[in-house]
């Protein structure tokens, strides 16, 4: 089992910055994936970032030049650095491992709220 725990998110101004942080505990040797997903009120739910175990790393277009996704794979630690945040960021952030091997699936993390104002 993988637990997720994730901080950061809340209430900025269009133009601003926030960082979400997704810490993982439990059994995290399975992991072979951290992403960032969102879901904004009436939308369904998008991958918005990606890095895998190696480094790779992937976004949404429409984050592209925004958002930065990093890892401290010592910590077991996923972070989201968000700038140039617009209204249209505004969602329910969550954090998403990829489990492999014998453990295969996913886990979730609580969500948090990101919210821009214009």
């Known amino acids: ?24 505990s439990g059994s995290t040797f399975s992991i072979i994936a951290m992403n ?16 895998t175990r190696d480094g790779r790393t992937n976004y ?11 890892r401290d794979a010592a910590k077991n630690a996923v972070f989201l650095q968000m700038n140039s945040l617009t209204p249209d960021d505004t969602a ?9 091997g014998s453990s295969i699936g996913n886990t979730w993390g609580q969500g948090t709220q ?3 104002s214009s």
């Open 92 to 100: 329910i952030y969550y954090c998403n491992v990829v489990r492999g």
């Open 36 to 51: 960032w997903h969102r879901q904004a009120p009436g939308k369904q739910r998008e991958l918005v970032a990606g890095i």
């Open 1 to 24: 089992q993988v637990q997720l725990v994730q901080s950061g998110g809340g209430l900025v101004q269009a133009g601003g910055s926030l960082r979400l942080s997704c810490t993982a």
């Open 114 to 116: 990101v919210t821009v």
């Open 60 to 70: 949404n277009d429409s984050v592209k030049g925004r958002f930065t996704i990093s």
